[in-house]
């Protein structure tokens, strides 16, 4: 059984600060984290069983639909939404932005997410993630890019997906590469750990860990066309240990979101899809479980396949 | 694990979301044989039951199908269980901050986030009535007890507020002994797991807190 805490008591990871955000990392497995932009929504997904809201001004299927410069929240709504519920509220910085991030650690948000679903603010340095009590999530689409955000103190690795799609595909291609190269490591010698580290381009401390442990020091979650129960299924069976979802509760057509606040039948509509998707990233192994959750489910987003996008259009390319 | 017992103990961990694998990481290491659980069926044959730490409020979704919270709430009231952070929140007699149903399996009262968010969770080391020296004690957006009951034993605490408490075969921790390296706190449920299978097999004494009702 993988347990990314205890194991770490004799490595860098044992600082207390670092224990404290991998503990909530901890506490946030087995769940689903959605995304929401009201506190209307915020509510339909604590009871609906989330283990966490991420509080953002537009899902990233309005942001690829609208365009323009994706930033932080509005403080104001992440405020509200933290008021609202009682589970860990979680924002966005955008990838470089400290000062966002300082400002979402001054609001008391309980995880940053420095997110490629935002506009990038620098285009060579992220974060750094060590100077900030706040523990930090971070994309990857493979092991070297996990390990880079691990190494600048992120506490939560989340495959990247193609945000906003409704589509998998990408989700499942970066979850795969990094367990596909976690395996690769552990048949390493120790003495090809120095060129794997090169060929990762990540340091060889952290290469060496996961080669050692055959897992991120870390928790590994998935982000990223997340859409269905069995989308979270499939995710979590490919070896995430939380799903992220983001469009695939709140969203009717591409960039209309459905009136959870106004509309009875549409708010069903979203209260069904945040209930099955959490039934689904529990009982990922039960596919009994997993049918009834499904069957439940009223209407879905209509969604964008991610091969139809054009490439100056991936998100998942932001974050180096 | 103990040489008296030829059969490791079968301890289940509510594995519905949470920190289930740490705590079943710890079990192994102790010798024990760590069992999720995520359905009500899954609870027969356990000798012990762990409700780990994560969101209480996702947890209750689950409890609420398919007559999980009635076969729970029998089996804790008749076998050793361990809760701790929301696991505690579970096994409480009531719930605030804000109320919320729970298994009423030991006498206390919990405030839900009571000492805030994350920036204020913590790690503190005190000394409390375990054998052994001081205890590190990890509190993640912890609750906190309010009250306890006559019958609960308070074996630890933090600002004068109770954070490990025990009333007969049930434990509670309001802190995640599984993400530390002590392992006395598990040690103790284990001991507490064999108390019961010894009384179990010496008819009419039973600990005192687990009423003597029928297993499920």
């Known amino acids: 059984m993988a347990d990314h805490t205890s194991n770490l008591n004799s490595n860098p990871f044992s600082t207390p600060t670092l224990r404290l955000k991998l503990g909530l990392a901890e506490m946030l497995k087995g769940g689903v984290i959605m995304d929401v932009m009201n506190v209307e929504q915020a509510r339909i997904a604590e009871e609906a069983g989330a283990v966490s809201v991420m509080a953002l001004e537009r899902v990233p299927a309005m942001i690829r639909a609208e365009g323009g410069v994706a930033r932080m929240a509005n403080p104001k709504l992440i405020k509200e939404i933290m008021a609202a519920v009682t589970i860990p509220v979680m924002a966005k910085a955008r990838i470089g932005h400290f000062a966002e991030a300082q400002v979402l650690q001054h609001l008391g948000v309980d995880f940053i997410d420095e997110s490629e679903v935002l506009t990038p603010a620098d285009e060579q340095h992220h974060i750094d993630k060590h100077a900030f009590t706040t523990p930090f999530v971070c994309g990857a689409k493979n092991l070297g890019e996990a390990l880079r955000r691990i ?122 899809r945040a209930r099955a998707i959490v039934i689904a990233a529990t009982h990922y192994n039960d596919p009994k479980l997993v049918a009834e959750a499904s069957e439940q489910v009223l209407g879905s987003m209509k969604g964008l396949a991610a091969a139809a996008i054009e490439e100056a259009q991936l998100m998942q390319t932001r974050g180096w | ?151 609960v034993t308070v074996l630890a605490t933090r600002d004068d507020h109770p954070v490990l408490v025990r009333q007969g075969d049930v434990l509670a921790a309001t802190f995640h002994p599984e993400l530390s390296s002590d392992q006395r706190i598990h040690r103790l449920f284990l001991q507490m797991v064999q108390a019961h299978q010894a009384a179990a097999v010496r008819p009419a004494t039973g600990s005192p807190a687990s009423a003597p009702r029928a297993s499920a």
């Open chain 1, 151 to 272: 190494a600048e103190g992120a506490a939560m690795i989340r495959t990247k997906g193609e945000p906003g799609t409704g589509d998998v595909v990408h989700a499942v291609t970066h979850m795969r590469t990094i367990v596909r190269e976690i395996k690769a490591l552990t048949v390493l010698g120790e003495e090809e750990l120095y060129a794997a580290a090169k060929n990762l381009q990540a340091p060889y401390e952290l290469v060496r860990m996961v080669a050692k442990a055959g897992k991120l020091p870390v928790p590994n979650f998935s982000a990223g066309g997340i859409a269905t129960p069995a989308d979270a299924a499939l995710m979590m069976q490919l070896g995430a240990e939380t799903v992220f979802v983001g469009s695939g509760i709140f969203m009717k057509e591409r960039a209309t979101p459905l009136d959870v606040e106004n509309d009875p039948a549409e708010r069903a509509e979203a209260v069904s």
């Open chain 2, 1 to 151: 694990m103990n040489p008296h017992h030829a059969a490791s103990p079968k301890i289940g961990v509510l594995a519905l979301q949470g920190a289930f694998q740490a705590h079943a990481a710890v079990l192994s290491m102790l010798g024990a044989i760590p069992v999720e659980v995520r359905l009500p069926d899954d609870l027969d044959g356990l000798d012990g039951l762990i409700l780990p730490g994560g969101e209480s409020t996702t947890m209750l979704r689950f409890l609420e199908l398919h007559g999980f919270l009635d076969r729970l709430r029998d089996f804790v009231h008749t076998h050793p269980t361990f809760g701790t952070c929301a696991g505690a929140i579970l096994l409480a007699h009531a719930v605030q901050n804000p109320p919320q149903p729970s298994l009423d399996a030991i006498d206390i009262t919990v405030e839900r986030n009571a000492y805030g968010r994350q920036l204020d969770s913590c790690i503190q080391t005190a000394a409390t009535t375990l054998p052994g020296g001081p205890l590190e004690m990890v509190f993640i957006r912890a609750p906190r007890i309010l009250q306890v009951g006559p019958a």
